[in-house]
Protein backbone atom coordinates (compact mmCIF):
# COMPACT_ATOMS: atom_id res chain seq x y z
CA UNK A 1 0.00 0.00 0.00
CA UNK A 2 3.44 2.31 -0.09
CA UNK A 3 3.91 1.13 -3.43
CA UNK A 4 1.26 3.62 -5.09
CA UNK A 5 2.34 7.05 -3.45
CA UNK A 6 6.32 5.68 -3.96
CA UNK A 7 5.68 5.87 -7.81
CA UNK A 8 3.51 8.84 -7.76
CA UNK A 9 6.37 10.85 -6.03
CA UNK A 10 9.23 8.75 -7.77
CA UNK A 11 10.73 7.10 -5.13
CA UNK A 12 11.82 3.51 -5.95
CA UNK A 13 10.40 1.56 -3.27
CA UNK A 14 12.61 -2.46 -2.16
CA UNK A 15 10.83 -5.07 -0.06
CA UNK A 16 12.60 -7.40 1.61
CA UNK A 17 9.80 -10.28 1.62
CA UNK A 18 9.07 -12.88 4.08
CA UNK A 19 8.34 -15.41 0.90
CA UNK A 20 7.74 -14.91 -3.27
CA UNK A 21 3.96 -15.15 -2.15
CA UNK A 22 3.46 -12.07 -0.09
CA UNK A 23 1.43 -9.25 -1.51
CA UNK A 24 4.64 -6.19 -1.57
CA UNK A 25 6.61 -8.80 -4.52
CA UNK A 26 3.66 -7.99 -6.83
CA UNK A 27 3.36 -4.54 -6.19
CA UNK A 28 7.13 -3.47 -6.67
CA UNK A 29 9.92 -4.24 -9.14
CA UNK A 30 12.56 -4.69 -6.43
CA UNK A 31 11.52 -7.42 -3.46
CA UNK A 32 14.34 -9.85 -2.79
CA UNK A 33 13.09 -12.77 -0.62
CA UNK A 34 14.90 -13.02 2.70
CA UNK A 35 14.22 -13.70 6.42
CA UNK A 36 14.18 -9.78 8.50
CA UNK A 37 15.49 -12.36 11.30
CA UNK A 38 19.20 -12.67 9.83
CA UNK A 39 21.86 -9.73 10.58
CA UNK A 40 23.47 -10.75 7.13
CA UNK A 41 20.22 -10.77 5.22
CA UNK A 42 19.11 -6.86 6.42
CA UNK A 43 22.56 -5.27 5.52
CA UNK A 44 22.45 -6.84 2.09
CA UNK A 45 19.53 -5.80 1.90
CA UNK A 46 20.41 -2.21 3.06
CA UNK A 47 23.22 -1.41 1.16
CA UNK A 48 22.34 1.47 -1.24
CA UNK A 49 19.17 2.43 0.48
CA UNK A 50 18.14 6.20 1.04
CA UNK A 51 16.19 4.65 4.01
CA UNK A 52 15.45 1.50 6.12
CA UNK A 53 12.00 1.32 7.24
CA UNK A 54 8.96 -1.15 8.24
CA UNK A 55 5.60 -2.45 7.79
CA UNK A 56 5.50 -5.00 10.75
CA UNK A 57 7.37 -4.35 14.12
CA UNK A 58 9.14 -7.89 14.24
CA UNK A 59 12.96 -6.95 13.27
CA UNK A 60 14.73 -7.57 16.52
CA UNK A 61 16.07 -4.73 18.37
CA UNK A 62 19.78 -6.20 17.99
CA UNK A 63 20.13 -6.24 14.77
CA UNK A 64 18.36 -2.54 14.08
CA UNK A 65 21.24 -1.51 16.49
CA UNK A 66 23.95 -3.17 14.11
CA UNK A 67 22.59 -1.91 11.15
CA UNK A 68 22.52 1.79 12.46
CA UNK A 69 26.18 0.56 13.34
CA UNK A 70 26.98 0.01 9.78
CA UNK A 71 25.57 3.34 8.76
CA UNK A 72 22.15 2.60 7.25
CA UNK A 73 19.64 5.03 8.11
CA UNK A 74 16.42 3.53 10.49
CA UNK A 75 13.69 5.07 10.57
CA UNK A 76 12.27 5.02 12.97
CA UNK A 77 15.01 4.13 14.88
CA UNK A 78 15.53 1.36 17.39
CA UNK A 79 15.26 3.20 20.66
CA UNK A 80 11.53 4.57 19.08
CA UNK A 81 10.42 0.87 17.73
CA UNK A 82 11.34 -0.98 20.74
CA UNK A 83 8.24 1.02 22.37
CA UNK A 84 5.82 -0.47 19.28
CA UNK A 85 7.85 -3.69 19.69
CA UNK A 86 7.19 -4.46 23.63
CA UNK A 87 4.76 -4.04 25.35
CA UNK A 88 6.19 -3.85 28.95
CA UNK A 89 8.99 -0.74 27.73
CA UNK A 90 5.68 1.00 26.35
CA UNK A 91 4.14 0.72 29.29
CA UNK A 92 7.04 2.08 31.20
CA UNK A 93 7.57 5.10 28.57
CA UNK A 94 4.14 5.95 28.92
CA UNK A 95 4.53 5.98 32.47
CA UNK A 96 7.92 8.01 32.14
CA UNK A 97 5.55 10.74 30.36
CA UNK A 98 2.63 10.95 33.04
CA UNK A 99 0.23 9.90 30.36
CA UNK A 100 -2.89 7.37 31.05
CA UNK A 101 -2.33 3.93 31.11
CA UNK A 102 -4.28 1.33 32.98
CA UNK A 103 -2.79 -0.33 35.97
CA UNK A 104 -0.32 -2.94 34.98
CA UNK A 105 2.67 -4.84 36.10
CA UNK A 106 5.59 -7.14 34.37
CA UNK A 107 4.73 -10.67 35.80
CA UNK A 108 7.23 -13.47 36.04
CA UNK A 109 5.22 -16.59 37.10
CA UNK A 110 1.36 -17.82 37.65
CA UNK A 111 1.58 -16.84 41.16
CA UNK A 112 2.66 -13.14 40.48
CA UNK A 113 -0.35 -12.55 38.12
CA UNK A 114 -2.69 -14.37 40.77
CA UNK A 115 -1.15 -11.28 43.52
CA UNK A 116 -1.17 -8.35 40.68
CA UNK A 117 -5.34 -9.41 40.13
CA UNK A 118 -6.19 -9.86 43.86
CA UNK A 119 -4.62 -6.50 44.06
CA UNK A 120 -6.27 -4.75 41.58
CA UNK A 121 -9.51 -6.79 40.84
CA UNK A 122 -10.28 -9.38 38.32
CA UNK A 123 -10.46 -9.75 35.71
CA UNK A 124 -7.05 -9.28 34.09
CA UNK A 125 -5.32 -8.81 30.60
CA UNK A 126 -2.44 -11.09 30.57
CA UNK A 127 -0.19 -10.15 27.09
CA UNK A 128 3.00 -11.36 25.56
CA UNK A 129 5.29 -8.20 25.52
CA UNK A 130 6.70 -9.18 22.03
CA UNK A 131 5.64 -10.59 18.74
CA UNK A 132 1.69 -10.39 19.39
CA UNK A 133 -0.84 -8.96 16.88
CA UNK A 134 -4.66 -9.53 16.03
CA UNK A 135 -5.18 -10.37 19.43
CA UNK A 136 -3.09 -13.20 19.38
CA UNK A 137 -0.85 -12.74 22.92
CA UNK A 138 -3.76 -11.51 24.25
CA UNK A 139 -5.75 -13.29 27.07
CA UNK A 140 -8.56 -12.24 29.30
CA UNK A 141 -7.61 -13.98 33.05
CA UNK A 142 -11.07 -14.45 35.10
CA UNK A 143 -9.78 -15.88 38.22
CA UNK A 144 -7.51 -17.49 40.45
CA UNK A 145 -8.25 -20.54 38.95
CA UNK A 146 -8.25 -19.12 35.27
CA UNK A 147 -4.90 -17.72 36.15
CA UNK A 148 -3.73 -21.45 37.03
CA UNK A 149 -4.29 -22.13 32.83
CA UNK A 150 -1.41 -19.88 31.70
CA UNK A 151 1.53 -21.67 33.06
CA UNK A 152 2.22 -22.43 29.41
CA UNK A 153 2.28 -18.65 29.03
CA UNK A 154 5.14 -18.20 31.37
CA UNK A 155 7.23 -21.25 29.63
CA UNK A 156 7.12 -19.49 26.73
CA UNK A 157 8.07 -15.87 27.60
CA UNK A 158 8.77 -14.48 30.80
CA UNK A 159 8.24 -11.62 32.14
CA UNK A 160 4.78 -11.51 30.31
CA UNK A 161 2.36 -7.85 30.84
CA UNK A 162 -0.56 -7.90 33.10
CA UNK A 163 -2.82 -5.31 33.01
CA UNK A 164 -6.09 -3.87 34.49
CA UNK A 165 -9.01 -5.23 32.37
CA UNK A 166 -11.00 -1.61 30.79
CA UNK A 167 -14.05 -1.24 30.83
CA UNK A 168 -13.70 1.36 27.82
CA UNK A 169 -16.79 2.69 26.10
CA UNK A 170 -15.40 2.23 22.62
CA UNK A 171 -11.75 1.62 21.36
CA UNK A 172 -10.19 4.91 19.25
CA UNK A 173 -7.15 5.22 17.76
CA UNK A 174 -4.92 8.59 17.84
CA UNK A 175 -3.24 8.60 14.29
CA UNK A 176 0.29 10.93 13.40
CA UNK A 177 3.09 11.11 11.64
CA UNK A 178 6.83 12.84 12.38
CA UNK A 179 9.97 13.20 10.63
CA UNK A 180 13.43 13.34 11.98
CA UNK A 181 13.56 17.12 11.91
CA UNK A 182 10.47 17.12 14.45
CA UNK A 183 7.86 18.12 12.26
CA UNK A 184 4.89 15.95 13.15
CA UNK A 185 0.75 16.21 11.95
CA UNK A 186 -2.14 14.31 13.53
CA UNK A 187 -5.32 13.06 11.72
CA UNK A 188 -8.36 13.15 13.74
CA UNK A 189 -9.33 10.55 16.17
CA UNK A 190 -10.96 7.79 15.44
CA UNK A 191 -13.34 5.11 16.31
CA UNK A 192 -12.13 1.36 15.74
CA UNK A 193 -14.35 -1.71 16.04
CA UNK A 194 -12.70 -4.64 17.23
CA UNK A 195 -14.01 -8.15 16.75
CA UNK A 196 -11.93 -11.28 18.69
CA UNK A 197 -9.08 -8.78 18.97
CA UNK A 198 -8.94 -8.03 15.14
CA UNK A 199 -9.90 -4.72 13.39
CA UNK A 200 -12.63 -4.76 11.82
CA UNK A 201 -14.03 -1.39 11.20
CA UNK A 202 -13.18 2.09 11.52
CA UNK A 203 -15.09 5.25 11.69
CA UNK A 204 -13.27 8.28 11.13
CA UNK A 205 -13.73 11.16 12.93
CA UNK A 206 -14.91 9.07 16.09
CA UNK A 207 -18.42 10.34 15.82
CA UNK A 208 -19.76 12.29 19.22
CA UNK A 209 -16.63 12.48 21.04
CA UNK A 210 -15.85 14.96 23.31
CA UNK A 211 -13.48 17.91 22.26
CA UNK A 212 -11.72 17.68 25.03
CA UNK A 213 -10.85 14.09 24.93
CA UNK A 214 -10.16 13.91 21.29
CA UNK A 215 -7.64 17.19 21.64
CA UNK A 216 -6.20 15.57 24.76
CA UNK A 217 -5.74 11.95 22.82
CA UNK A 218 -4.32 13.79 19.56
CA UNK A 219 -1.67 15.81 22.41
CA UNK A 220 -1.18 12.24 23.76
CA UNK A 221 -0.34 10.60 20.43
CA UNK A 222 1.93 13.72 19.79
CA UNK A 223 3.97 14.49 22.42
CA UNK A 224 4.20 10.13 22.87
CA UNK A 225 5.88 10.80 19.21
CA UNK A 226 8.04 13.95 19.95
CA UNK A 227 9.39 12.22 23.34
CA UNK A 228 10.43 8.51 22.09
CA UNK A 229 11.89 10.24 18.86
CA UNK A 230 9.61 8.25 16.66
CA UNK A 231 9.65 8.60 13.14
CA UNK A 232 7.00 7.83 10.39
CA UNK A 233 3.67 6.69 10.98
CA UNK A 234 2.41 5.92 14.39
CA UNK A 235 -0.60 5.05 15.69
CA UNK A 236 -1.63 5.10 19.54
CA UNK A 237 -4.72 2.50 20.10
CA UNK A 238 -6.79 4.11 23.21
CA UNK A 239 -9.39 3.26 25.36
CA UNK A 240 -12.11 5.62 25.72
CA UNK A 241 -13.32 6.14 29.33
CA UNK A 242 -15.91 8.63 29.65
CA UNK A 243 -16.12 10.54 32.70
CA UNK A 244 -12.79 8.89 34.20
CA UNK A 245 -9.49 10.09 34.42
CA UNK A 246 -8.16 11.80 31.07
CA UNK A 247 -11.20 10.31 29.50
CA UNK A 248 -8.80 7.47 27.73
CA UNK A 249 -6.24 4.72 28.52
CA UNK A 250 -3.51 4.30 25.94
CA UNK A 251 -3.81 0.75 25.12
CA UNK A 252 -0.50 0.27 22.80
CA UNK A 253 1.62 1.72 19.77
CA UNK A 254 2.29 0.99 16.50
CA UNK A 255 5.08 2.72 14.76
CA UNK A 256 4.24 1.87 10.84
CA UNK A 257 1.11 2.70 8.79
CA UNK A 258 -1.65 0.88 10.65
CA UNK A 259 -4.96 -0.89 10.15
CA UNK A 260 -6.58 1.76 11.81
CA UNK A 261 -5.22 4.25 9.29
CA UNK A 262 -6.37 3.08 6.15
CA UNK A 263 -9.37 5.17 5.52
CA UNK A 264 -6.36 8.08 4.97
CA UNK A 265 -6.44 6.75 1.52
CA UNK A 266 -9.48 7.70 0.56
CA UNK A 267 -10.46 9.98 3.33
CA UNK A 268 -7.76 12.26 3.53
CA UNK A 269 -5.62 14.70 1.41
CA UNK A 270 -2.61 12.56 2.91
CA UNK A 271 -3.14 8.90 3.27
CA UNK A 272 -0.73 7.26 6.20
CA UNK A 273 1.06 5.57 3.11
CA UNK A 274 2.39 8.75 1.36
CA UNK A 275 3.07 10.38 5.11
CA UNK A 276 4.76 7.59 6.20
CA UNK A 277 7.31 8.06 3.22
CA UNK A 278 7.18 11.56 3.43
CA UNK A 279 8.29 11.17 6.79
CA UNK A 280 10.57 8.84 6.91
CA UNK A 281 12.64 10.75 4.09
CA UNK A 282 11.91 13.70 6.01
CA UNK A 283 10.27 15.74 3.44
CA UNK A 284 7.57 18.17 5.01
CA UNK A 285 4.47 16.68 5.46
CA UNK A 286 1.08 16.44 3.66
CA UNK A 287 -2.09 17.80 4.64
CA UNK A 288 -4.05 15.97 6.96
CA UNK A 289 -7.57 16.86 6.50
CA UNK A 290 -10.54 14.84 6.01
CA UNK A 291 -12.31 14.79 3.14
CA UNK A 292 -15.84 14.26 3.92
CA UNK A 293 -17.44 14.81 7.20
CA UNK A 294 -17.51 11.00 8.08
CA UNK A 295 -15.92 7.70 6.66
CA UNK A 296 -15.88 4.44 7.07
CA UNK A 297 -13.12 1.49 6.64
CA UNK A 298 -14.36 -2.21 6.63
CA UNK A 299 -12.40 -5.08 6.61
CA UNK A 300 -12.83 -8.67 4.96
CA UNK A 301 -11.22 -11.41 6.44
CA UNK A 302 -10.79 -14.47 4.79
CA UNK A 303 -13.84 -17.03 4.59
CA UNK A 304 -14.70 -19.87 2.68
CA UNK A 305 -14.35 -18.47 -0.71
CA UNK A 306 -11.73 -18.65 -2.18
CA UNK A 307 -13.02 -16.83 -5.58
CA UNK A 308 -12.62 -12.71 -4.24
CA UNK A 309 -13.24 -11.58 -8.04
CA UNK A 310 -16.35 -13.85 -8.03
CA UNK A 311 -18.87 -10.90 -6.71
CA UNK A 312 -17.13 -7.98 -7.66
CA UNK A 313 -19.51 -7.30 -10.61
CA UNK A 314 -21.96 -7.62 -7.79
CA UNK A 315 -20.25 -5.79 -5.04
CA UNK A 316 -19.15 -2.57 -7.16
CA UNK A 317 -22.63 -2.20 -9.37
CA UNK A 318 -23.81 -2.14 -5.78
CA UNK A 319 -22.30 0.62 -4.36
CA UNK A 320 -20.32 2.82 -6.85
CA UNK A 321 -18.39 5.23 -4.62
CA UNK A 322 -16.73 2.22 -2.50
CA UNK A 323 -13.10 2.07 -3.10
CA UNK A 324 -11.93 -1.97 -2.42
CA UNK A 325 -8.35 -2.77 -1.76
CA UNK A 326 -7.52 -6.28 -1.84
CA UNK A 327 -4.04 -7.36 -0.69
CA UNK A 328 -3.59 -9.81 -3.28
CA UNK A 329 -2.80 -12.78 -0.41
CA UNK A 330 -4.48 -16.11 -0.72
CA UNK A 331 -7.36 -16.65 1.24
CA UNK A 332 -7.09 -17.99 4.62
CA UNK A 333 -9.94 -18.33 7.14
CA UNK A 334 -9.77 -15.33 9.49
CA UNK A 335 -6.74 -13.50 7.71
CA UNK A 336 -7.34 -10.15 6.54
CA UNK A 337 -7.05 -10.37 3.17
CA UNK A 338 -8.53 -6.52 1.80
CA UNK A 339 -10.64 -3.49 3.16
CA UNK A 340 -13.39 -1.20 1.73
CA UNK A 341 -13.57 2.33 2.02
CA UNK A 342 -16.50 4.69 1.53
CA UNK A 343 -17.09 8.41 2.23
CA UNK A 344 -20.45 9.96 3.48
CA UNK A 345 -21.29 13.61 2.75
CA UNK A 346 -23.00 14.08 6.16
CA UNK A 347 -22.31 13.12 9.70
CA UNK A 348 -25.78 11.78 9.86
CA UNK A 349 -25.00 9.54 6.78
CA UNK A 350 -22.42 7.42 9.41
CA UNK A 351 -25.32 4.63 9.93
CA UNK A 352 -26.03 4.42 6.33
CA UNK A 353 -22.06 4.53 5.72
CA UNK A 354 -21.39 1.41 7.42
CA UNK A 355 -24.31 -0.63 6.27
CA UNK A 356 -23.10 -0.03 2.98
CA UNK A 357 -19.82 -0.46 3.42
CA UNK A 358 -20.23 -3.93 4.94
CA UNK A 359 -22.70 -5.39 2.04
CA UNK A 360 -19.58 -4.54 -0.22
CA UNK A 361 -17.03 -5.88 1.74
CA UNK A 362 -19.01 -8.83 2.69
CA UNK A 363 -20.40 -9.22 -0.80
CA UNK A 364 -16.58 -9.77 -2.01
CA UNK A 365 -15.71 -11.70 0.50
CA UNK A 366 -18.14 -14.42 0.03
CA UNK A 367 -18.48 -14.35 -3.38
CA UNK A 368 -21.89 -13.51 -3.09
CA UNK A 369 -24.35 -11.54 -1.73
CA UNK A 370 -24.51 -12.36 2.10
CA UNK A 371 -26.68 -13.93 3.39
CA UNK A 372 -28.60 -12.26 6.74
CA UNK A 373 -27.54 -14.61 9.17
CA UNK A 374 -24.13 -13.83 8.04
CA UNK A 375 -24.03 -9.73 7.81
CA UNK A 376 -25.42 -10.45 11.64
CA UNK A 377 -21.89 -12.13 12.24
CA UNK A 378 -19.60 -9.58 10.21
N1 LIG B 1 -6.39 -3.97 29.23
C1 LIG B 1 -7.39 -4.27 28.38
N2 LIG B 1 -8.68 -4.14 28.77
C2 LIG B 1 -9.70 -4.47 27.93
N3 LIG B 1 -9.52 -4.94 26.68
C3 LIG B 1 -8.26 -5.09 26.23
C4 LIG B 1 -7.14 -4.75 27.05
N4 LIG B 1 -6.02 -4.99 26.34
C5 LIG B 1 -6.42 -5.43 25.12
N5 LIG B 1 -7.76 -5.50 25.05
C6 LIG B 1 -8.54 -5.92 23.85
O1 LIG B 1 -7.74 -6.80 23.06
C7 LIG B 1 -7.41 -6.18 21.80
C8 LIG B 1 -6.00 -6.56 21.39
O2 LIG B 1 -5.07 -6.12 22.38
P1 LIG B 1 -3.72 -5.40 21.97
O3 LIG B 1 -2.90 -5.19 23.18
O4 LIG B 1 -4.04 -4.21 21.16
O5 LIG B 1 -3.01 -6.55 21.12
P2 LIG B 1 -2.55 -6.65 19.58
O6 LIG B 1 -1.08 -6.40 19.66
O7 LIG B 1 -2.89 -8.05 19.22
O8 LIG B 1 -3.31 -5.61 18.81
C9 LIG B 1 -7.61 -4.69 22.05
O9 LIG B 1 -7.86 -4.00 20.84
C10 LIG B 1 -8.83 -4.71 22.98
O10 LIG B 1 -10.02 -4.97 22.25
MG1 LIG C 1 -3.73 -3.66 19.23
Known sequence: MMAPPATALGFELRVLAEGEDVSAVAAV???PVGDYKDLDTLL???KGVDVLTFDHEHVPTDHLHALLDAGVNVQPGPESLVNAQDKLVMRAAIDRLGLPNPEWAAVNTVEELVAFGDKI???VVLKTPRGGYDGKGVRIVDSPEDAADTASWFQA???LLAEAKVDFSRELSALVARTPSGEARAWPVVHTIQVDGVCDEVIAPAQNISVEVAAAAEDAALRIATELGVTGVMAAELFETPGVGAGFLINELAMRPHNTGHWTQDGSITSQFEQHLRAVLDLPLGATDALAPVAVMKNFLGGENQDLFAAFPLALAFEPAAKVHCY???V???RKIGH?????TTASDVDSVRSRATAVANTIRDGRVP???SEENA
Open 29 to 31: ATA
Open 44 to 46: EFA
Open 121 to 123: GWP
Open 157 to 159: MSP
Open 328 to 330: GKS
Open 332 to 334: RPG
Open 340 to 344: VNLLG
Open 371 to 373: SES
